[in-house]
């Protein structure tokens, strides 16, 4: 029913992966105010000035509102009936895995899930990644290797209670406002809580750190490692929760004492004063109610996943997990980033949380997804990973595409060459909101899609909680769903039976009893939702948040893992990582000598389509900007404000001149945000090279190297 005048409705921020409740406060035809949620456990009420803004952002100016084919508006069953007979025509001449799909963290859990059935379930195909790749990739291959799952395993409540709180690579104070809200809050009421910054810049965050550590980038697996040996070297490792709980600790020690433990050879490589690293050291070693925070900083880097493992050590190395207060906390970046998580939407996932080499997974999703005489046909090995997917087009290995609410075009790394690569496939097709975005230059295919206030469905932030969003405008002209496009695309292929979705309740529940279908190892039990399962429409409607694992041991949810010391690993141990320190891929030189940090800024979201319509939003940083420290500015002879290019190998962005005492000397940062529709000259991805950690397939983005000129 349309919602009516003064009614509230709860649903969550689509932004960050904070994940926060929004109350909507409705006038019958449209969106009037919102606020926070009181009652939603991430936030208890509070939003930051994105999540604040969000009725500002809404409106049809700019939507999507036909579908379209070869550049002309059409009806909705011819653009299906083109979708469907194009991909069906490539896989006929390419084979199936010439098809792929690109999805995003902005997506619903239930569109997740229906795309991962209709690729991997039904078209054969293992290519299917998402932007997510781009924000947590390193953090899921990290828990993997430790805990043998990927599994958060900590919650909101553990920062609140915690002795001592570390953040590594993650500006809180801009990224997740409201965990940093919560996090400042919690200090003001126990003033014994410490908070340590670990980043090569000095942000908002700060503000309230009792100690900075302002590294040389790329360091962070040497200051972790340097940790653990000076641990060992102190007998302050746990050894009691070692022995129990763990293996790998020799390998591990081993490896972090190939480079000199000493704590001046440490803050030497970490160029941090070595009294000031001895403090942290000593700080992290005497606590037990420890959480180390990481985010982007950490995860996007070429050796990601081991710099999340150097952390995950010195928590199990000290007991630090498992507890109220303690653990090694992943937050991220975006709004369901987690939920897709859940469904296989990773090229190297299978499907609720299974891997292609889980023992019996192929054999148990096919059976769940054999429908009457209809049966999958399941890839047997893991598909490309977002930037080696467009690198396959480019090759003409994959000649079909359906991009789903992104824009690679701008986010990957080295976008221009992601354009070529785009501009020479065979077939593209988009599904997006927005009806002027870079990508739609390179579509063959456009699909209008519903945006948030018009959808239903679930998302999961970081600390595994899942949120309803709610539906409560009618959709622009002829948008249509995300599950909703590609259930109609698999019933024009043959596939109606498996697809017989009529509402995103029905897809959930279907999610739900495949995380709990012949579940045996503790790997499945982990992710089991299957408490869920079985809700009828109502009940889906009024689903309020809950954590998983929910099923019958759990049925209200799961508020912290790994608290009996056993893990899902084949042993139930946690497994120490050998890590061996690598600098960035990208080397400076004397052309190219400064190292380039890319980021968010506070107000702005991705690529602007939404949080640029609210003109209070973009009080805040107005255009592109160059952040540099006064000292490199005298250097290069640019002032405050002045206009100057960055050059990579790869590309230009051109931006206004910030000076910042919180920058180091030798790195300037720069924001992700603007595109080509906003500044010709601004396209962050164009200046970033293409190299990614081989374990998880992350793009290194934090670790560029350019060079400064006034324009
Ligand atoms: Fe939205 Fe994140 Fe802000 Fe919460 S912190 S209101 S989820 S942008």
């Not at 039976?497 to 897809?507: K, L, N, Q, R, S």
């Not at 045996?520 to 009940?539: P, V």
């Amino acid at each position: 029913p349309a919602p009516t005048s003064g009614q509230r409705i709860c649903t969550t921020c689509p932004y960050c992966g904070v994940g926060c409740g929004v109350e909507v406060i409705h006038d019958g035809d449209m969106v009037t105010s919102v606020q926070g949620d009181r009652d939603h456990p991430a936030n208890f009420g509070r939003l930051c000035v994105k999540g604040s803004a969000l009725h500002e952002t809404l409106g049809h100016h700019g939507r999507l509102t036909r579908p379209r084919v070869d550049g002309r508006e059409v009806d909705w069953d011819t653009a299906l009936d083109s979708v469907a007979s194009r991909l069906a025509a490539t896989r006929t001449e390419h084979g199936d895995a010439a098809v792929a799909a690109y999805l995003s963290g902005q997506l619903l859990t239930e569109d997740y899930y229906v795309a991962n059935k209709l690729f991997k379930g039904f078209l054969g195909t293992p290519h299917l990644d998402t932007n997510s790749r781009l924000c947590m990739a390193s953090a899921v291959a990290a828990y993997k290797r430790a805990f043998g799952a990927d599994a958060v395993p900590c919650s909101y409540e553990d920062i609140e209670e915690a002795e001592l709180v570390v953040l590594v690579g993650s500006n809180l104070a801009w990224n997740h406002p409201v965990l940093y809200q919560r996090l400042k809050a919690a200090k003001q009421r126990n003033p014994l809580l410490r908070v340590v910054v670990i980043d090569p810049r000095v942000t908002d965050t700060c503000e309230i750190a009792d100690l900075y550590l302002g590294l040389k980038p790329g360091s962070d697996a040497r200051l972790f490692n340097g940790l653990l040996a000076w641990m060992a070297d102190k007998q302050r490792l746990d050894t009691i929760y070692l022995e129990k709980h763990t293996a790998g600790l020799d390998e591990a020690l081993a490896a972090a004492r190939e480079d000199d433990p000493r704590i001046e050879a440490i803050a030497a490589d970490c160029d941090l004063d070595s009294e000031a690293l001895e403090t942290f050291f000593y700080w992290f070693a005497s606590q037990l109610h420890v959480v180390t925070l990481y985010s982007q900083g950490i995860n996007q880097s070429t050796s990601g996943t081991d710099k999340c493992n150097a952390i995950i050590n010195c928590h199990l190395a000290g007991g630090k997990l498992g507890l109220p207060g303690a653990g090694p906390f992943s937050i991220t970046g975006q709004p369901n980033a987690m939920g897709g998580r859940e469904v296989g939407g990773l090229a190297n996932q299978l499907a609720a949380h299974m891997d292609y080499h889980t023992p019996g997974a192929i054999e148990r999703v096919t059976r769940f997804w054999t429908t009457g005489d209809l049966t999958p046909r399941l890839p047997n090995s893991p598909g490309y990973k977002a930037v080696e997917l467009f690198n396959a087009v480019e090759r003409g290995e994959i000649q079909a595409v359906w991009i789903m609410a992104t824009n690679p075009a701008v986010s990957l790394p080295d976008a221009n060459r992601v354009r070529a690569a785009l501009a020479k496939c065979p077939l593209v097709i988009v599904s997006d909101c927005m009806a002027d975005t870079d990508l739609m230059d390179y579509a063959d295919i456009v699909l209008p899609a519903t945006s948030w206030s018009e959808k239903d469905g679930t998302v999961t932030n970081s600390e595994r909680r899942i949120s309803r969003q709610r539906g409560m405008l009618p959709p622009p002209g002829e948008a249509r769903h995300d599950w909703w496009i590609m259930v109609e695309v698999a019933k024009r292929l043959g596939f109606d039976a498996a697809f017989a979705y009529t509402h995103p309740g029905e897809i959930f529940d279907e999610h739900a009893r495949l995380s709990g279908f012949e579940n045996t190892g503790e790997g499945s039990r982990l992710f089991d939702i299957s408490g869920l399962a079985g809700m009828d429409r109502a009940a889906y409607d009024a689903l309020t948040p809950i954590q998983w694992p929910v099923n019958r041991a759990a049925p209200f949810g799961t508020e912290r893992l790994f608290e009996d010391g056993h893990f899902a690993t084949p042993t139930g141990h946690a497994a120490l990582v050998p890590v061996r320190p690598r600098a960035p891929e990208q080397a400076l030189s004397a052309a190219r000598p400064l190292r380039l940090n890319t980021g968010r800024v506070r107000d702005q979201w991705h690529t602007m389509t939404r949080t640029a319509r609210a003109p209070r939003l973009m009080n805040h940083r107005a255009e592109p900007f160059i952040e540099v420290s006064p000292a490199d500015a005298a250097a290069l002879g640019v002032s405050d404000q002045q206009l100057a290019c960055l050059t990579s190998r790869t590309g230009e962005y051109c931006g206004r001149i910030r000076l910042s005492k919180g920058q180091r000397r030798g790195e300037v940062f720069i924001p992700i945000h603007w595109t080509d529709r906003f500044s010709m000259a601004a396209r962050t991805g164009g200046l970033l090279e293409a190299h990614i950690d081989s374990l998880s397939g992350q793009p290194e983005a934090k670790h560029g190297a350019v060079s400064l000129a006034p324009l």
